[in-house]
């Protein structure tokens, strides 16, 4: 398994404070509200805030009764209310309504407003707007960062992706600069920053303004972390849009995870009821798989079952003393063990029943190429063979059979498979080809529409904006001439020949770059699942991210020098800062920790990549993201209405 390279990378820090400050600034917000009290929480704060702070916390600091955000008459009958809410403006009509409501019907209460990560002007502007503004007091509760697990730390800001890359909102980019702060001043200061994307620019920039009218309270300590890789999500849409099948990636895509944990219906538990389970380094079955590809998984679990049970049998024979010790020593642990491998095995049945009947095995094949053999992502698994897979001819990653690819797009809709996955493969066919033909485009959008209905008119429209589904236009025909010319003039000269092109028709210029960072592998013979020679092991040997590839060649080169061509295709705004001084006075191991930012969302299987990068290079790899992200997540960002 991947997990058998190097394991000399340095410990990641304790996120811990993270957690403990959070805590002790809400309950400081709380306190500043004396007396009983009722607590409103918006449903997307509910599940980050049980992780820092729990029901019982709240009750000891005199929290009545929790109720949710919703759009329906508050039940509340105390005397103070408290708003532990996100800054957006239909919340704060919801707010308005209670107050003004309590004022028709001569009811003196006392409201609080907490606003998590920060308050914005525009909110202050609704409250003002409807009278209420001089009846409520606002705090801001500075929860920027939410540890999910050792190495990853989420700012739980889902909403990230569409306010920034489809509607060109900047409000959250004081929110990462101010995240960037705090995780700087705990354990920085960072020598190395790098990054790539307009959003990651500005970031930086505001972030280092923060930092030079602050009193800069991290110069002095050791640093924990040396380097700072930021990335836009959309510098690399096509790892987001690929299927995952590394272990933690088809849990998510299969039960969703949310914030760390997941919750397991009975067809996983074998019974009737759920189970919510924390999935991070402490299950010890959990961290052994997540990062493996999935038809790693089942020789595992399967050699794992068999261990347990000869541990169980050594009670055989046993005296009094040695049963008393095994009881007292080893039980218990053995009985959570067991637990545990239960349920990854449901969950590795439950997926592949799932996978089954989405024709997954199919979706993979047009999107990696037919494979030798008919071997697939559940090779390995029980009556499967091998954990190989013959090197694929892959088909919408390096463009081959494109007609095929788009044939099944069509009977995959004509189907009503499902309406995420459909939209996912015509983006994937539109990022890999920069745009679809006319013909084609039409095509596939009138037959979506006509299988699951018109409502979905808005979404080709948003996605198109985004960038995401878009016809070629005649600018895209120019890329052959521009190829030519290239070869001809300057680097500067065919760089401003491109940024001409560029303006006629937004390119994704996914072949260019998938050819030039050697995207998709060539592997004489078959590709070991196994033991896994790089990082496209992640899907299937096919593809290495082209993310985790751009921080793997940045920082190995320390800069971009000898990637301008790269930049240039990805539409620059990358930049490379190093401080000397800070480097000279870091430690060795600080130099070996990398914090990568993903702006716009980061999928389980770039974490899976990088880590698997990191134990090769022995580096740690520590991921801060805006959310966790995945295909179906950034489908159904495009679908909703602008709230």
């Not at 190395?192 to 300590?221: F, N, P, T, V």
């Not at 320390?558 to 006075?585: K, P």
Request: charged share 25%; glycine share 6%.
């Amino acid at each position: 398994m991947a997990s058998t390279a190097r394991r000399d990378a340095p410990e990641p820090p304790d996120f811990g404070i993270l957690k403990r400050l959070a805590r002790d600034q809400l309950i400081y917000l709380l306190e500043q509200l004396p007396g009983r009290k009722d607590l409103f929480i918006e449903p997307d704060l509910m599940s980050p805030l049980d992780r820092i702070a729990n029901v019982s916390v709240l009750k000891q600091h005199e929290v009545d009764k929790l109720y949710r955000v919703e759009n329906r008459p508050a039940p509340s009958t105390s005397d103070q209310l408290c708003f532990l809410v996100r800054p957006r403006v239909r919340t704060m009509r919801y707010i308005a309504d209670i107050v003004n409501a309590d004022k028709m019907s001569g009811r003196s209460r006392k409201y609080k407003i907490i606003f998590s990560p920060q308050k914005f002007y525009a909110c202050e502007m609704v409250l003002e707007e409807e009278g209420v503004f001089g009846n409520v007091t606002c705090d801001e509760w500075s929860f920027y960062l939410l540890p999910l697990d050792e190495d990853i730390i989420s700012m739980e800001l889902p909403e990230f992706f569409r306010d920034y890359f489809l509607e060109g909102d900047h409000r959250w980019i004081n929110s990462v600069a101010r995240a960037l702060q705090l995780l700087n001043s705990l354990y920085g200061p960072f020598s190395r920053a790098y990054g790539i994307g307009r959003c990651a620019k500005m970031s930086y920039e505001l972030w280092r303004d923060l930092e030079e009218e602050s009193e800069s309270e991290g110069q002095g300590r050791k640093p924990e972390i040396g380097n700072i890789f930021l990335m836009d999500r959309d510098t690399d849409y096509v790892t987001a849009l690929c299927s995952q099948v590394v272990y933690e990636g088809l849990v998510d895509d299969t039960f969703r995870i949310k914030c760390g944990s997941v919750d397991f219906g009975p067809e996983v538990t074998s019974s009737d009821k759920s189970i919510k389970v924390l999935l991070n380094a402490q299950d010890k079955i959990f961290s052994q798989i997540r990062n493996e590809h999935f038809s790693s998984v089942f020789g595992f679990l399967s050699q794992k079952s068999r261990n347990l049970q000869a541990q169980y049998d050594r009670r055989q024979g046993m005296d009094i003393k040695q049963m008393k010790n095994f009881v007292s020593q080893e039980l218990k642990g053995l009985k959570q063990e067991h637990r545990l491998l239960s349920l990854h095995i449901g969950a590795c049945e439950s997926i592949m029943k799932k996978k089954t009947k989405q024709d997954f095995q199919e979706m993979i094949k047009v999107e990696h190429g037919p494979h030798r053999a008919d071997t697939c992502w559940l090779v390995g698994a029980p009556g499967m063979g091998e954990v190989t897979a013959s090197p694929p001819a892959t088909a919408l990653l390096e463009g081959f059979d494109i007609r095929e690819s788009t044939s099944f797009i069509e009977e995959h809709i004509d189907r009503q498979v499902s309406p995420i996955e459909s939209l996912r493969l015509m983006c994937l066919l539109s990022i890999t080809e920069n745009g679809l033909i006319p013909k084609d485009y039409r095509s596939l959008k009138t037959q979506y529409l006509q299988s699951y209905g018109p409502e979905h008119l808005l979404t080709f429209h948003n996605l198109k904006r985004i960038g995401l589904l878009t016809e070629q236009t005649a600018g895209e025909t120019l890329t052959a001439v521009e190829s030519r010319v290239s070869k001809l003039v300057t680097d500067r000269a065919a760089g401003k020949i491109t940024d001409a092109f560029n303006s006629l028709a937004k390119k994704s210029n996914f072949r260019a770059i998938s050819k030039k960072l050697s995207l998709i592998p060539r592997v004489d013979g078959e590709y070991n699942l196994k033991m896994p020679p790089d990082m496209a092991y992640v899907f299937s040997g096919a593809y290495t991210p082209l993310s985790c590839k751009i921080i793997e060649q940045v920082l190995e080169r320390r800069g971009w020098q000898g990637l301008e061509e790269v930049v240039r295709l990805l539409n620059g705004n990358e930049f490379a800062m190093a401080d000397s001084a800070l480097e000279e006075g870091a430690g060795g191991d600080a130099q070996r920790v990398v914090l990568a930012l993903f702006l716009g969302g980061c999928t389980f299987s770039e974490i899976a990549a990088l880590r698997f990068l990191g134990k090769e290079r022995g580096c740690r790899f520590i991921f801060l993201t805006t959310a966790i992200t995945s295909s179906a997540r950034m489908m159904e960002a495009m679908a909703e209405a602008k709230a």
